[in-house]
């Protein structure tokens, strides 16, 4: 079984996400005839990471019954 708290998994994880995100500005700024900013990289995945926290997080999930139609 994997331990998913093992510093190793942690410090791989950090690292992979910083090449993938280097790898994303790197190709964007070559495809774009405009530069990109640094806005535009980082706001899409902080708002993915918001709805992603609901599957994770039990406190942020809300009541099935908020769920549900008035109808």
């Keep these: ?3 998913l708290n093992s510093p190793i ?3 791989g994880s950090t690292v992979g ?3 993938m ?7 964007r700024v070559k495809a774009s005839s405009r530069p990109v900013t640094i806005k535009k990289i980082i706001i899409p995945p902080l708002g993915m990471t918001t709805g992603f926290m609901m599957f ?3 406190e942020v999930r809300i009541p099935v019954l908020w769920a549900r139609s008035p109808f």
């Design 9 to 11: 998994l942690q410090i």
């Design 21 to 27: 995100a280097l790898a994303v500005i790197f190709i």
């Design 1 to 3: 079984m994997v331990d």
């Design 17 to 19: 996400m910083l090449v």
């Design 56 to 58: 994770v997080v039990p």
